[in-house]
C-alpha cells in the first residue's frame, strides 16, 4: 500500500506556489522533471527568464534534457 503524502495547504497547492511570482509578472517560465522524492513523487525544476526571453528558456530545458534522463522515469504509482 502507498504512503499518503499532503498536496495542499491553505495557501493552495504545493505543485502552484513556485508559479504564482511568474503568473503575476507574466515572466516566462517552464517546469522540468530533475528527479524524485523519497517517496516516489517526480520533483520539477522551474527554469524562468525575463521578459520575452522563451526561446532562452526551451534552449535551457532542452539541453538539461539531453544531458539527463529524467524526463524519460516514471513516478512509482503505489503513492496515494
Known sequence: MGKRIRR???????DSLCAIPFNVTG???MS???GFAKAGTPIGMQITSGPFQEELIFSATHAYEQATEWHRR???T???
Open 8 to 14: 495542499q495547504d491553505e495557501r493552495g497547492g504545493a
Open 27 to 29: 515572466f516566462p517560465s
Open 32 to 34: 522540468v522533471p530533475c
Open 74 to 76: 516514471k513516478p512509482n
Open 78 to 80: 503505489n503513492v496515494i
